[in-house]
């Protein structure tokens, strides 16, 4: 079977069923729009609330999903912060960053006791940390995108993932960070915008494959411990 | 895969008949059924996203070619390749000439309904290449040789024992010799076992929840992260798809996805939502090197012409088989083929044949629950009915079946007669069993008659009732 011959008998199958040939310019031209303009569809009104709502609302819809959430004022209190829940849970305080200048910004020399090693996951990881590009109250959801200070093995491999966000990186609905991707990727939005993986992460890992029993850590992490920075502009 | 839809009455009967599934099964709905109605109460819009979900799928299947065609530019313009495959013999060329390239010897794949219908892991296993079920569900099938028995929980028809049985067996040459009994521990043995399997894959398969034609792009959705971890790992990734699956813009998809999880399992969102685009970036950080769709018609693109259009707007969350009391009492293997309950009622003669199916669309009692909680809103009863027109005018049901109905045809279209016999009928029934009130055996109606009592009648005929009622 050639490639072409497998690509036309399907479009042409396709127009058979519709009972029409190739569309017209015009009606292309219409369905072309839709693709270039996206508008969002119905957004759910329960994000319509005040910017400190919508960190709260974010917080508990994470927690619902068994994320933990810790909220710290300013970026001195994270590296305290990471070392405190990494003590918490008797984890090693050796941990696996993701390349990420925002990151970088914090204090970590503070805790010269955090063994801090900077790049992808490898399997002998145990705890992750990365930032994200947005949060969406609406469900508690992160926002992550792969680059070259991201790497999203990161998001999966280490049992432990903990994110750092800056509160005001929290926004409502999905939507929005489909309008941040766009708006990074350059103007002519024409599908190039994208990065190589967007991930949408609520909570953490979890199966109820056996006997519907909800379980964490089927595949992915165990763990997702969110740090919500306050006044912090990066 | 061989269907066995065929024997969908023997099937049925094995499955009233073992104790392990009906335990399995008396579990299962009733969990998914609260958390679909919780979820949907805690959003005022779910029913309005609902009417938007159907209206964006409706759309793209108008234009289907268009929005296929704007998909394949972003692919190809994001550094990946579509391969358009009409049979899945197609696919699986496609598929294994893909693993040859990536000198592949185990390939971990997501779950993946069209992997099913393609026969996939037979198929790899023939060409010496060892296919990994990473999903749990999946996984625990796999290893039992046995099929999914739901779409989005494929092993529901196992208990906790069957699987740690089945672990027992199958890890102790592993040195896993413990047999466990805590779920969690029976996750964490699957999470061990499985985790070199990825990172020791060469090629990883994926299905898609949907395309993205503005973008190029492939999503999947899962709670584990299995799907993730087969994509991102191996050096070449391969995502499976149908056409139907193909949406115009990230904003439609996103509305459909606010219905999916909730109609699914009733969570606000599932865990783990991924967007890919293409192969990794120069200046990624990591990410697979290459990025192939095979994008299988296998009967979709005639469908679409048909009365059975609207089953393509099914976006495969279950919740139809959540619902079915059918479904729940016979299990999913009963529907002998890739996607059991309500929507494998009218998908399964549509894909393989009436003639191999035919008994599906009669396993419906049209209490119109499947209807009622699809978030597409597809009017599965209705559809399945004309799945019984198509069988009776194609002469395939039982001779016995069709002088019946044939018989009774005649009858209804003569209302004089049909009063008269019935009102014959219904008298002589309740003077027959007037004594005792109720029937235990009939003629004609053994088969009714064998679990139940038909009451007697009392009275007269509802239409004899009606007319009396209207006089009154």
């Known amino acids: 079977m050639s490639a072409t011959g497998g690509r036309d008998a399907i479009l042409g199958s396709i127009r058979r069923s519709l009972g029409r040939g190739p569309l017209d310019e015009a009606a292309r031209a219409a369905l072309d729009e839709r693709l270039a303009k996206p508008q969002p569809n119905l957004v759910p009104a329960r994000t319509d609330i005040p910017q400190d709502e919508r960190v709260e609302l974010f917080t508990s819809m994470a927690e619902a999903v068994f994320a933990t959430v810790d909220r710290v004022s300013g970026a001195d209190a994270v590296p305290g912060a990471v070392a405190d829940y990494l003590a918490q849970h008797n984890l090693p305080p050796a941990l696996v960053m993701a390349p990420d200048p925002a990151l970088d910004a914090y204090p970590w020399g503070e805790r010269p006791m955090l063994a801090i090693r900077r790049g992808r996951a490898e399997e002998a990881d145990r705890v992750g940390v990365t930032g994200a590009v947005m949060g969406f109250a609406e469900t508690g959801t992160l926002m992550m995108t792969s680059g070259p200070d991201h790497p999203s093995s990161l998001n999966f491999l280490p049992e432990t993932h903990i994110v750092v966000l800056p509160a005001e990186r929290i926004g409502g609905a999905y939507e929005e960070g489909w309008a941040h991707l766009r708006a990074e990727g350059g103007a002519d939005a024409d599908g190039g915008f994208m990065p190589r993986t967007v991930n949408l992460v609520t909570g953490p890992s979890r199966t109820a494959d056996i006997e519907q029993t909800i379980t964490l850590g089927a595949h992915g992490p165990r763990r997702l411990h969110i740090v919500i920075v306050e006044g912090d502009e990066s | 895969m061989d269907a066995t839809s065929r024997s969908f009455v023997a099937n049925a009967r094995a499955g009233l008949q073992d104790a392990d599934l009906q335990t399995s099964l008396a579990r299962f709905q009733g969990g998914f059924q609260v958390k679909r109605v919780e979820a949907a109460k805690r959003l005022p819009e779910f029913e309005a996203l609902r009417d938007e979900a159907r209206a964006i799928k409706d759309h793209t299947l108008a234009h289907l070619d268009h929005y296929l065609e704007r998909y ?81 929980a494929p092993a529901v028809h196992k208990t906790k024992d069957q699987v740690a049985d089945l672990f027992h067996e199958k890890h102790t040459p592993l040195g896993r010799t413990r047999r466990l009994d805590r779920v969690e521990e029976l996750v964490e043995e699957a999470r061990e076992v499985l985790r070199p399997r990825y990172l020791a894959a060469d090629v990883g398969i994926t299905g898609a929840n949907f395309l993205i034609a503005e973008t190029g792009s492939s999503t999947i959705v899962t709670n584990e992260g299995n799907g993730d971890l087969t994509q991102i790992l191996p050096r070449a990734p391969i995502v499976i798809a149908t056409l139907e699956k193909v949406v115009p813009t990230l904003e439609d998809a996103t509305t459909i996805m606010r219905v999916l999880a909730r109609s699914a399992t009733g969570q606000e969102f599932s865990t783990y939502t991924t967007v890919s685009t293409g192969p990794r970036r120069p200046d990624d950080a990591d990410g697979p090197e290459a990025y192939h769709v095979v994008l299988l018609d296998n009967g979709r693109s005639r469908m679409l012409g048909s009365e059975f259009r609207e089953v393509l707007r099914c976006i495969k969350c279950g919740a139809c088989m959540n619902h079915c009391p059918v479904y729940g009492t016979v299990g999913g293997h009963a529907y002998g083929w890739v996607y059991p309950g309500p929507v494998g009622a009218v998908l399964t003669p549509n894909l393989i044949g009436l003639e191999e199916a035919r008994h599906l669309p009669n396993a419906s009692s049209f209490c119109g629950r499947c209807e009622e909680v699809c978030p597409m809103r597809i009017p599965l009863p209705g559809l399945m009915r004309k799945l019984r027109e198509q069988e009776f005018e194609r002469r395939l049901s039982p001779a016995a079946v069709r002088s019946g109905i044939g018989v009774w045809a005649w009858l209804a279209r003569r209302p004089a007669l049909y009063r008269c016999l019935t009102g014959l009928g219904i008298r002589v029934l309740g003077m027959l069993g007037r004594r005792r009130g109720r029937f235990t055996r009939l003629p004609l109606a053994g088969g009714w008659t064998a679990a139940r009592d038909l009451p007697a009648p009392e009275g007269a005929t509802f239409h004899a009732l009606w007319r009396k009622g209207r006089r009154a």
């Not at chain 2, 037979?122 to 990473?134: A, N, Q, Y």
Request: glycine residues 4%; hydrophobic residues 35%; negative net charge.
């Open chain 2, 72 to 152: 394949e530019e972003q692919v190809t313009a994001a550094g990946g390749t579509v391969h358009w495959c009409q049979t899945p013999e197609d696919a699986r060329q496609v598929i294994l000439s893909l693993c040859q390239e990536a000198d592949a010897r185990t390939v971990t794949k997501s779950k993946s309904m069209i992997a099913e219908e393609m026969e996939l892991n037979p198929f790899l296993e023939e060409h010496g290449i060892e296919p990994v079920e990473t999903d749990l569900g999946e996984y625990v099938v796999q290893l039992a040789e046995e099929r999914p028995s739901h779409i989005i």
